[in-house]
């Protein structure tokens, strides 16, 4: 479920190297010894020693090194910016703490504590089934951010075991949803981070195909058939292997294409089960003559939030983001009621003063999201008991939040069995965390028990 097949002008464009400060090279304390005039007993004496010389010589440099990046400091690495870091003795430590930035997809630490408190770690998602007298197959989606390929594919399955060879047409039953815009932030492009979501998406509506030389055009993957949509929209493209935001090109029919893309899906995926399957297609409700004959089950809420997080899906977070709004307030799942849900859930849970947050949505794609160094330090705090659940960045369990001119980074340095939750907040055209996130690093690794660090 990684998506990972390279892009037409790569939507990746996440930092994943520490850039330090340049300075100049130390000098070396010794004197330069050339072995043409080290002769007899002196080139004895001296050749046994020079790997402890060099040895010598290439610690003090980097001694001197780290010594001068720790005693740099922190907030001449911010033109707009803030950090936050909670020691191991309790007291907080940073600057402009209190001031709120544009957190990127730190945010989505927020959307999954909130999802988790809302359904628990073991809830799952279900897609239902549904079988009417005309012989019609009636999906009813429920919000799951993970109808993959392979997950369509265990479904006609399942359905081809009941032996049910024919399928007259398809009825897609998205009334979970009324969404009343797109997703605040989203450019609208083909990058699939800038996706749609729905309550019957497949593949997080990110669309893989390939490009031949000699034209003709497949799959982009495996697991995934060949769709009459790859067809249309990959006409436009040069050749190589691409994934796509379906949602970015021109609808034909009479339904959007992220609804057509699942339609398709599910169609060529039941045909390879055998089941002959209509080509028709409808939106609709389920009627009073369908039986139910299949309740299909995501993964664990744990497990999708573990994924959400390694990969930093926009789409899984904001499908989190309406789920949690749609518990909360019923049918049907619209930003406002998200919105709503997530506000109470913050002011219940962390009772922030005005102005530490602002939430639009739950990936980071909106620039209107805001939220203060302390905030998100708090959210931290109560995420230690799923701290597992983040990436590991540096060494650490870390979640980054990048956009262009923003460069945030939440999670824990580990100080004698402690985990210290950290923030770093940059709203600046410099990318400075790393260097920041260092400096941090090596003053937490000299402080004392009882004492505390970070200037």
């Known amino acids: 479920m990684t998506m990972n097949i390279p892009r037409k002008k790569s939507p990746n464009q996440w930092p994943t190297s520490l850039r330090y400060k340049s300075r100049a090279p130390v ?6 010894v050339s072995s043409d005039r080290v002769a007899g007993s002196a080139r004895r004496v001296f050749f046994p020693l020079l790997p402890r010389l060099v040895v010598l010589v290439v610690s003090f440099y980097l001694l001197s090194a780290q010594a001068a990046i720790a005693n740099d400091s922190i907030r001449s690495y911010i033109q707009n910016g803030g950090y936050a870091l909670k020691t191991q003795n309790g007291s907080l430590k940073g600057f402009n703490i209190d001031k709120p930035f544009v957190p990127a997809s730190t945010i989505k630490l927020i959307t999954c504590l909130e999802a988790l408190d809302f359904f628990g770690p073991d809830y799952r998602f279900e897609t239902r089934f549904y079988r009417d007298r005309e012989g ?14 392979e997950e369509v594919a265990a479904i006609a399955r399942n359905i081809a075991g009941q032996g049910i060879g024919k399928i007259n047409a398809l009825v897609l039953d998205v009334s979970a949803f009324a969404l009343e815009h797109g997703v605040d932030g989203s450019e609208h492009s083909e990058r699939p981070y800038d996706a749609d979501i729905g309550p019957l998406a497949v593949n997080f509506n990110a669309l893989p195909f390939q490009v031949l030389s000699d034209g003709r055009i497949e799959s982009g993957e495996e697991q995934t058939p060949f769709l009459p949509m790859m067809r249309t929209i990959a006409a436009q493209f040069t050749p190589g292997l691409y994934r ?9 029919g009479s339904i959007s294409n992220e609804l057509r893309y699942s339609q398709e899906l599910f169609t060529a995926l039941l045909r390879k089960q055998g ?4 080509t028709a297609v409808f939106l609709g409700r389920i009627p009073r003559n369908a039986t139910l004959i299949l309740v299909h089950k995501s993964d664990t809420l744990k497990e999708i939030i573990r994924e959400c997080l390694e990969y930093s899906n926009n789409f899984i977070a904001n499908e989190l983001f309406l ?3 749609r518990k909360r307030f019923g049918s049907p799942a619209t930003w406002k009621k998200a919105q709503k849900a997530a506000k109470e859930f913050i002011h219940r849970t962390f009772h922030p003063a005005p102005g530490m947050i602002t939430m639009v949505e739950g990936s980071g794609l909106s620039r209107e999201n805001r939220l203060t160094p302390r905030m ?7 995420f230690i008991p799923y701290a597992a659940l983040l990436p590991i960045k540096h ?8 956009m262009k001119g923003v460069y945030c980074y939440g999670g824990y340095l580990q100080y ?3 985990s210290l939750p950290f923030t770093i907040m940059l709203n600046q055209e410099k990318n400075n965390r790393d260097l920041i996130l260092h400096i941090l690093e090596s003053r937490v690794r000299k402080t004392r028990p009882g004492r505390t660090a970070a200037r």
């Open 376 to 382: 998100l330090l708090k959210v931290l705090e109560k």
């Open 244 to 252: 796509v935001n379906v949602g970015a090109f021109p609808v034909e």
């Open 416 to 418: 004698l069995g402690y």
């Open 275 to 278: 089941i002959k399957v209509g």
């Open 136 to 149: 019609k197959l009636i999906i009813k989606g429920e919000g799951d951010p993970t109808l993959t390929s």
């Open 27 to 32: 000098r070396s304390p010794l004197p330069s």
């Open 323 to 325: 789920a949690c709004g």
């Open 395 to 402: 060494d650490l369990l870390l979640k980054s939040g990048t």
